[in-house]
Antibody
Framework: QVRLQESGPGLVKPSQTLSLTCTVS??????????WSWIRQPAGMGLEWIGR???????NYSPSLKSRVTISIDTSKNQFSLELTSVTAADTAVYYC?????????????WGQGTLVTVSS | SYVLTQPPSVSVAPGQTARITCGGN??????VHWYQQKPGQAPVLVVY???ERPSGIPERFSGSNSGNTATLTISRVEAGDEADYYC???????????FGAGTKVTVL
């Protein structure tokens, strides 16, 4: 059974960098069959896709966040990570990591439990 | 970018049928996925590729997609079905993963 688990600081100061890691268990992140994504959800609001990475390291980002986002992958640790720079209160949200098969149009079949990140001084 | 439109809320009595719509331009040309999210929990995939069910999802959950509207149908609604439901598609544009704003299903 595949499991994804987010980890990282729950509190980040404005203008600083938000850094989260997703650890994958029950399957290899380097199998080449999946895209690995970050998705966020502000309190009481909907889901927003942030970006994704493939096992090769190739990444795609949402146009609205592209200038501030970097997603990286560490296949030796079976992890992928998110960095979001110059954060503001608007970046306060629950951050999820999720998996989608690499076939175009596929759904997110596994999700992490989510981690709340609050941006505040 | 592609836009998905969902009603904010749907109310249904136990045992009845709930239908949640997801509107989009020529959405029938896309594969639509549906997620259930209960308070404080991560989303769970309940229908993928318009009408397929993942393992473990009850047959009460079904989906269809035609024209400009996709629909998630929950038959014989139970109290445990009360949740937010999100539709999602993949778009070939610059923002590939698009979510609807979500529909809150209330079981009366």
């Amino acid at each position: 059974q595949v499991r994804l688990q987010e980890s990282g600081p729950g509190l980040v100061k404005p203008s600083q960098t938000l850094s989260l890691t997703c650890t994958v268990s029950g399957g290899s992140i380097s199998s080449g069959s999946y895209f690995w994504s970050w998705i966020r959800q502000p309190a009481g609001m909907g889901l927003e896709w942030i970006g994704r990475i493939y096992s090769s390291g190739s990444a795609n980002y949402s146009p609205s966040l592209k200038s501030r986002v970097t997603i990286s992958i560490d296949t030796s640790k079976n992890q992928f990570s998110l960095e979001l720079t110059s954060v503001t209160a608007a970046d306060t949200a629950v951050y999820y990591c999720a998996r989608a098969p690499s076939v175009a149009g596929s759904a997110f079949d596994y999700w992490g439990q989510g981690t709340l990140v609050t941006v505040s001084s | 970018s592609y836009v998905l439109t969902q009603p904010p809320s749907v109310s249904v009595a136990p045992g009845q049928t709930a239908r949640i719509t997801c509107g989009g331009n020529n959405i029938e040309s896309k594969s639509v996925h549906w997620y259930q999210q209960k308070p404080g929990q991560a989303p769970v995939l309940v229908v993928y590729d318009d009408g397929e069910r993942p393992s473990g999802i009850p047959e009460r959950f079904s989906g269809s997609n035609s024209g400009n509207t996709a629909t998630l149908t929950i038959s014989r609604v139970e109290a445990g079905d009360e949740a937010d439901y999100y539709c999602q598609v993949w778009d070939s544009g610059s923002d590939p993963y698009v979510f609807g704003a979500g529909t809150k299903v209330t079981v009366l």
